[in-house]
Every structure is written in structure tokens, then in C-alpha cells.
């Protein structure tokens, strides 16, 4: 496994090794110990997945706050997906600041998202699947919080296939990062 720091501290890209033959691979998407060894120890207590039907579905900025705060383990094993974390630690010298990943099935690439960061993304295909290993806390409906998306202090580069008339309810009225209390304080 490959195991590579992004510019925001804590975030990590995880590529498994593929062993291949004609018939095609095997990779080992999770082990645990060398999760453990590059991003701490957590508990990972449920598995999400969810389908976007058409390229361009943006989701996010989700996060759920204290006490059932969450991690997320992200993969694309069908389509494509823009994936998103920004961080909102506050104090954090990154506070405000995004990261961002291309997954797909054929590049394998995941996305360590720890908490203290809200997490989005769009859609690159149609029929996009993402599947995320949560850590920390279950689904929480009170702790669920969020983010908006196209915040101009945040400035995430969309790709061009963004599609806002796919914005659920919930997302079309999150906060501005300068109107979001102070879920998450950072620490050395």
C-alpha cells in the first residue's frame, strides 16, 4: 500500500498495490495495521455507499460533530468522483483550506478524511458509486452538520460537469465557513 500525506495535515491518499494477470487483480483495500501505523488508531464502525445517477451530483459538505464525530475511508469502485475535504479545525493553519482527489475504479486511489474536516463530491459519470468505511461515531441525526458547497472563502475548483440543480434540500441551505460555530479546534 502507498501511503502519501496531502498539503493538509492529516489527510491521506491510499493506493493498494494491484497484483495482476490477464484475468485481471487483486488489492487489499483495508488492513489495519498499516492504517493504524500511518493514521492512528480508530475504530471503524460503519460502511456507507451511495449512487449518483447523473455526472455532475454534488453531495456535501458533510460532517457530523462531537460526540459522534467521524472519519471516512473513501473509495470510487464504479464511475468517477471528484472528492473533496476541507478542513474546519479551528485554529488549524489550514483552517478553510481544501483538498482534492480524482477515485476511480481503475486508479484505485482512497481518501483518508479525518474528523475535523467536511467532506463533499461530485459526480464525474453517470452512474457514480462511492463507498466509505466511517471511524469514530455511528450516524448521528443531531450531530449531522454541514457546509456549503460553493462557498466564495473556501473557493473549491469544481469540475465543469457540476450540476447545482442536483443539491438536495439539506445542501442548498448549509452555512458559510464564517457563520459555522466551532465544531472542531485543532491541536499539534
Given at each position: 500500500m502507498e501511503i502519501e500525506p496531502l498539503r493538509i495535515n492529516g489527510v491521506l491518499l491510499i493506493t493498494p498495490r494491484r497484483i495482476g494477470d490477464e484475468r485481471g487483480y487483486f488489492a487489499e483495500t483495508f488492513r489495519a495495521d498499516i492504517f493504524a501505523q500511518h493514521c492512528g488508531e480508530h475504530s471503524f464502525v460503519q460502511d456507507n455507499e451511495s449512487l449518483s445517477a447523473r455526472a455532475g451530483t454534488i453531495r456535501g459538505l458533510h460532517f457530523q460533530s462531537d460526540p459522534h464525530a467521524q472519519g471516512k475511508l473513501v473509495r470510487c469502485p464504479a464511475g468517477a468522483l471528484f472528492d473533496v475535504a476541507v478542513d474546519i479545525r479551528q485554529a488549524s493553519p489550514t483552517y478553510g483550506q481544501w483538498v482534492a482527489e480524482t477515485l476511480?475504479?481503475?486508479?484505485?486511489?482512497?481518501?483518508?478524511?479525518?474528523?475535523?474536516?467536511?467532506?463533499?463530491?461530485?459526480?464525474?459519470?453517470?452512474?457514480?458509486?462511492?463507498?466509505?468505511?466511517?471511524?469514530?461515531g455511528f450516524y448521528s441525526a443531531e450531530c449531522d452538520k454541514g457546509l456549503a458547497w460553493n462557498d466564495p472563502a473556501i473557493a473549491i475548483a469544481w469540475p465543469d460537469v457540476v450540476d447545482a440543480e442536483t443539491l438536495s434540500a439539506k445542501d442548498r441551505k448549509q452555512p458559510l465557513l464564517a457563520d459555522l460555530p466551532a465544531y472542531f479546534s485543532w491541536s499539534e
Amino acid at each position: 500500500m502507498e501511503i502519501e500525506p496531502l498539503r493538509i495535515n492529516g489527510v491521506l491518499l491510499i493506493t493498494p498495490r494491484r497484483i495482476g494477470d490477464e484475468r485481471g487483480y487483486f488489492a487489499e483495500t483495508f488492513r489495519a495495521d498499516i492504517f493504524a501505523q500511518h493514521c492512528g488508531e480508530h475504530s471503524f464502525v460503519q460502511d456507507n455507499e451511495s449512487l449518483s445517477a447523473r455526472a455532475g451530483t454534488i453531495r456535501g459538505l458533510h460532517f457530523q460533530s462531537d460526540p459522534h464525530a467521524q472519519g471516512k475511508l473513501v473509495r470510487c469502485p464504479a464511475g468517477a468522483l471528484f472528492d473533496v475535504a476541507v478542513d474546519i479545525r479551528q485554529a488549524s493553519p489550514t483552517y478553510g483550506q481544501w483538498v482534492a482527489e480524482t477515485l476511480t475504479p481503475e486508479n484505485g486511489k482512497q481518501l483518508w478524511i479525518p474528523p475535523g474536516f467536511a467532506h463533499g463530491f461530485c459526480s464525474l459519470e453517470p452512474d457514480t458509486v462511492i463507498c466509505y468505511k466511517v471511524a469514530g461515531g455511528f450516524y448521528s441525526a443531531e450531530c449531522d452538520k454541514g457546509l456549503a458547497w460553493n462557498d466564495p472563502a473556501i473557493a473549491i475548483a469544481w469540475p465543469d460537469v457540476v450540476d447545482a440543480e442536483t443539491l438536495s434540500a439539506k445542501d442548498r441551505k448549509q452555512p458559510l465557513l464564517a457563520d459555522l460555530p466551532a465544531y472542531f479546534s485543532w491541536s499539534e
